[in-house]
């Protein structure tokens, strides 16, 4: 029997356990936290997450979907909170699509609890990775309870350990020629809270995704199952307005009634929560290799940590497994070629919805309030209604089908080229539903 | 007295400790390898270096450019070798413009001897940095010789260990939005020689850098003061050729038969050499921030590692120590302003010579055979000759001026447009040195 070590028994990590151990692989699973289904430990800075198709297909693989969800809710579209006006509903895309709130926490007490059901994966907290020894096959951690280092012995070992990883340290310390770039955008976020309606259930739309875009940033919202919404507020960290202007309670009661005056009665603990919580950065991560020796790979986060605004961080990494699980079937456990293949086939996807996660903080910060974009979506949405096999918009592609990242990608550049030839039509408002423009998009797309 | 620790022993290490010594610092400069002069160290990857006017006017402004200049052999332009016909040589810029090919280990040498004579400069040798902790002012060394760690305290630190600084890990490892990006070229290099003549003295040409550009990859030689030429074959990793597929003696002899055929007679140890000798990798390094608390800063290739094919890694790093200098007298020593500014105004200048480099690299194994590329710089040279107020062309901007790094990189930018539109004239080849072309270019530049 195999053994396979694990570091980090995050999301990825725990969903991978499942998919090895179902395989009989021996998995030990190593996490540098305490438990976290023993004891509270929100820091104030989950944001919470969107679970889209190519998460489910991954948890559908293994046959744990259902599972989850029981503890999934579902968002059918963005509800946009304007300065001024009334709300104004965006379906993401077709009647009973949608994208489902999870809290990250809940959701990774519940993959462990899981995990753990298989007699092969075992789960060691507090341990710290410290370095690792690939030809070896030794992986070195501390343990902070017992307060001694030691080392693993395994056949295997995966680094899912996050957007900071060991695992990737060690390669960056270790390997020639080992391509590394980790960047931050000017903004931060922080964690802000909508409780239960007082009467119970939802003070708002319990099944939308709220926006409130204002331009260089915005305040969103997701649904808890206890009526509660996890906010977060994305903003620059420098600059006028910024985290570091508004430095008082009353600073920051001011700016909200004045900016995102329908949220502020729905917060009673807005200045509380402000000043109790980090504020967090924001860091996209792309490296290459991702394995060495044939015997070690990173995955998820590790090998590529992407910015919150398309909701696919979990949904990439979750599709990571599903990627290697067929890569295993067709390599006949030749973990070599796997993991050679893996990391050549996943790179050019992993950067591109890095890439689109970043340009999605501006469409979804600014754009959705503005009447071009709009229209422009409105068209889209039109001629996808009528000719579905010719064009499926870029957040479909990406959030309700399992087409390679870099395909939707290319995809979504040539659907904009032909979206700005659209738009340069004189008088496209009063035109934008005529078959003239049908006829002209078909002859484009 | 403030006290300074300088990180790393190199040329920027050596020429910044002249700088701080001289404005009454007492310099500890902590160095990872023992005393290069004490012990012949070649690894057999040193690519010769390439000084030029920025680098002499750091020399200069501190006043050692005389004992400099005393190990530097002027190179007034490129002798390229073709496959087949005569040898070219094309000035690098005006009649007594030249770089100067001076060795890394000897001018290192030399550097830290000029340094030592200064009482206030202090070099302590196998010293590997192990960490920081900037706040306290304390740097942590493991002394490779008696086996033990050990902590020094200063006022100021700087790091200027390298394209793999210890320092710059420390910033990565702890400082929060710190943007970090390594990236490999697909090419390697590995230093091969050409001796001196059996009659003493040079074999080819002295005062030329030689290049066998060969589209794809090239090899370059150097000149040395004892005769000899240091070359270094710039070759891609895997492919075919590449360092990869040249595996035997006869092998390599082959090849460089075929490809370098005027070298193979003046190598003689050309196959022990090359599997002697190792296969180094290119990096480049950008970073953001440099410096931390205002107390410690990383400088040189610390802070932004080069590829050397515009000769700008070490010119680039001395003139890091002038500009640093002169921010010393614009801030009287308010060290958290000079660090600041620093790093904001030199970033954009190191990001634009890392890329120059990148993009040099295609210009020197390919372009400098090219005819259409041999007849623009022929215009340029025409044209930079009649009206030198007009036009400086992107080498001489970058080599023979202290122009920052940013405006030459625009300004080639402009140019280049420039020249694409003189290049489309119908029948340039026949009317390159006329008026109306003259007065076509006046008329845009």
Tied chains: 1, 2.
Aim: net charge negative; proline share 5%; glycine share 6%.
């Amino acid at each position: 029997m195999k053994k396979v070590t694990i570091i980090g028994a995050g999301l990825v990590g725990s969903l991978l356990s499942i998919y090895l151990a179902k395989r009989g692989y021996k998995v030990n699973m190593y996490e540098r936290r305490g438990d976290m289904r023993k004891a509270e430990m929100s820091v104030g800075r989950s944001i919470n997450l969107a679970l889209s198709d190519r998460g489910w297909k991954a948890l559908e693989r293994i046959g744990i979907a259902d599972q989850v969800r029981k503890v999934a809710i579902p968002m059918h579209g963005r509800m946009i909170h304007p300065l001024e006006g009334d709300l104004v509903f965006q379906p993401y895309g077709k009647d009973k699509q949608a994208i489902y709130s999870v809290s990250r926490g809940g959701l990774n007490r519940l993959m462990m609890d899981i995990a753990e059901t298989n007699p092969d994966v075992n789960i060691i907290f507090n341990q710290r990775c410290t370095g690792l020894n690939v030809a070896e096959g030794l992986t070195h951690f501390y343990d902070e309870e017992k307060d001694k280092e030691h080392a693993v012995h395994s056949d295997l070992i995966f680094a899912s350990d996050g957007a900071f990883s060991a695992g990737r340290l060690h390669m960056q310390l270790t390997t020639d020629r080992f391509d590394y770039n980790q960047y931050y955008i000017e903004h931060g976020y922080k964690e802000l809270t909508i409780p239960a309606a007082p009467s119970g259930g939802w003070a708002i739309e319990k099944n939308a995704l709220h926006i409130w875009p204002r331009g260089k940033y915005m305040l969103i919202a997701l649904p808890n199952e206890d009526g509660s919404f996890t906010c977060t507020l994305f903003f620059p960290f420098e600059g006028e307005p910024s985290f570091s202007t508004l430095k008082t309670p009353e600073q920051v009661k001011e700016f909200f009634k004045s900016i995102f005056p329908d949220a502020v009665p729905l917060m009673p603990t807005l200045t509380e929560d402000y000043f109790a919580n980090p504020t967090a950065s924001l860091v996209t991560v792309k490296c290459f290799p991702w394995s060495a020796g044939g015997k070690m790979t990173l995955i998820g986060d590790a090998a590529h940590a992407l910015v919150p605004f398309f909701g696919q961080g979990m949904n990439c990494g979750f599709e990571d497994c599903t990627v290697l699980d067929k890569l295993i079937d067709k390599h006949s456990e030749n973990w070599p070629a796997i993991f050679k293949e893996f990391e050549a086939n996943r790179k050019p996807d992993t950067d591109a919805i890095a890439d689109l996660a970043i340009a999605n903080f501006v469409e979804m910060r600014d754009k959705v309030a503005d009447p071009d974009f709009l229209l422009r979506k409105k068209i889209e949405a039109r001629f996808t209604n009528r000719h579905p096999e010719k064009w499926l918009p870029l957040y479909s592609m990406v959030t309700f089908s399992h087409m390679p990242y870099a395909q939707a990608l290319a995809e979504g550049v040539r659907q904009e080229k032909i979206m700005d030839k659209v738009m340069a039509m004189e008088n496209i408002e009063a035109r934008w539903d005529s078959e003239e423009i049908d006829k002209m998009m078909l002859d484009l797309a």
